[in-house]
């Protein structure tokens, strides 16, 4: 059956056809055949580079043959055990060696679950119950942080279904902003339980931080007994060995993982000072817990894939985004076109506004009707990008010069044809 039929009965048994809002874009999404490398293959026939690479976990590209490898050997050994494994402690040790502020983790099975857990257990060590998260961040589909929240999100409405008792302990501060935390934590910041923030915004697009801000956030929080969180969901294993932290030089209290740590199966986890961790259960009394937490499988990917992230995939990883990001931005100066070019190492994006993109309200000035027209013609020409203005693309591994060289030609096109819709 064609993508188009596909849809249509998708609908029928399926919430608007699909399992996750973002994946839903008109007329009809492509559905996957099969993917390999840097490119997904649809079922009528297409062929893609794919940007999208699943929002984020498939640094090493798709079916990366390692950790097929390994994970098949795993499969015939059980799925999952509700034991533990000597593999949940191998890949805990990586991420302790990798990670400034990770001296202990719990494994679980998503980002959604990571930062849950991480705020529950900053309010139990901080004995306060008020959070503070960033316009436009995103950190999963809980009820807590649904509040000006990324992604698709972004200009509709917060969710229905949530209660305000749940929401009136989230305080709403915009990014890149010393003064709006200074004021807030003035005022309210002996009631603030923790801090939680996307070290570089990946889920409006792509804002990295000033220079300095996330320097400034971990002084003043610790000057407050307050907790910090860098939620790495996205930066983590990404932009550098230790994440943000090790590209910034900032050392937060807790940090959560998913997408790239669980080498393309499901995972999540939550990491920091033992005298944070030794809070959750069982050493301690905050509560957490999952059937399939540390699930072999997942951990056996994540393992197999951090072995190939190594100082020298960073270093190309950063050269590959350079190249692309300088391969844009002269695209649109050829042009003459001042739309912003944004992103660091493997992330990138292109926002549709002659604004400097610093925080949320700049980014939502972008024409998403543009963006439309952009991403419809990349479409066409066979580039998948996330179907959305306000989400980041990702750069992998298996993306070599001649995938570049032709996603540059195409995006030229889809640029020139931007600009004669203007
Ligand atoms: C994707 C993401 C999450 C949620 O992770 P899931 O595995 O989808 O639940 C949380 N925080 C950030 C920054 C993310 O990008």
Redesign the pocket.
């Known amino acids: 059956m064609i993508s188009e039929n596909l849809f249509n009965e998708a609908k029928k048994f399926l919430p608007g056809g699909v399992d996750s809002p973002v994946r839903a874009y008109k007329p009809y999404p492509f559905f996957a055949e099969r993917a390999e490398g840097s490119k997904i293959y649809d079922v009528d026939g297409k062929t893609y580079i794919d940007y999208c690479l699943a ?2 976990p498939l640094v090493l590209g798709h079916a990366n043959p390692l950790i097929i490898e390994e994970v098949t050997k795993q499969l015939k050994n059980g799925t999952a055990y509700g034991v533990p494994t000597e593999n949940e402690i191998k890949l805990a040790k990586q991420v302790v060696k990798r990670v400034p502020c990770a001296e202990m983790v719990r494994f679980v099975n ?6 849950m857990s991480a705020i529950r257990l900053a309010r139990a060590f901080a004995a306060k119950n008020k959070i503070v998260k960033f316009e436009g ?5 809980h009820d807590c942080v649904l509040v000006k929240s990324g992604s698709g999100a972004v200009g509709l409405p917060d969710s229905p279904g949530i209660p305000e008792d749940t929401t009136k302990n989230t305080i709403l501060v915009p990014f890149n902003d010393e003064k709006a935390i200074t004021e807030l934590i003035k005022k309210e910041g002996k009631n603030i339980a923790a801090i939680i923030i ?1 070290p570089v915004m ?2 409006v697009g792509c804002i990295p931080p000033k220079e300095g801000y996330l320097k400034f956030l971990r002084e003043i929080t610790a000057e407050n007994d307050i907790v910090l969180i860098f ?1 790495e ?2 930066t983590g294993f990404r932009i550098a060995e230790g994440g943000a932290q090790e590209y910034f030089g900032v050392t937060p209290d807790l940090v ?1 993982f ?2 790239i740590l669980g080498g393309g199966f ?1 995972i ?1 986890a939550l990491a920091g000072k033992k005298e944070f961790m030794d809070m959750i259960a069982p050493s301690g009394t905050v509560y957490q817990a999952g059937t399939f937490n540390g699930n072999p499988v997942s951990i056996k990917a994540g393992l197999t894939a951090l072995k190939q992230l190594d100082s020298n995939f960073y270093s190309e990883m950063n050269l590959k985004g350079n190249k692309l990001r300088a391969g844009i931005q002269e695209i649109l100066d050829s042009q003459n076109l001042d739309f912003k070019v944004a992103g660091l190492s493997s992330m990138f994006q292109i926002y549709f506004t002659d604004r400097d993109v610093l925080n949320y309200e700049d980014a939502k000035s972008a024409e998403t009707d543009i963006f439309q027209i952009y991403f419809n013609k990349l479409l066409q020409d066979g580039v998948f990008i996330p179907p959305s203005q306000f989400e980041c693309c990702f750069l992998s591994l298996m993306h070599d010069d001649d995938d570049i060289q032709k996603t540059l030609e195409v995006m030229e096109n889809a640029i020139k044809t931007v600009k004669n819709s203007c």
């Not at 998503?110 to 930062?115: I, L, Q, V, W």
């Not at 961040?137 to 589909?141: D, L, T, V």
């Open positions: 929002y984020g998503s980002g959604t679950e990571a930062t961040s995103y950190h999963g589909a996307e990946g889920n939620d969901v996205i959560t998913g997408k499901p999540g």
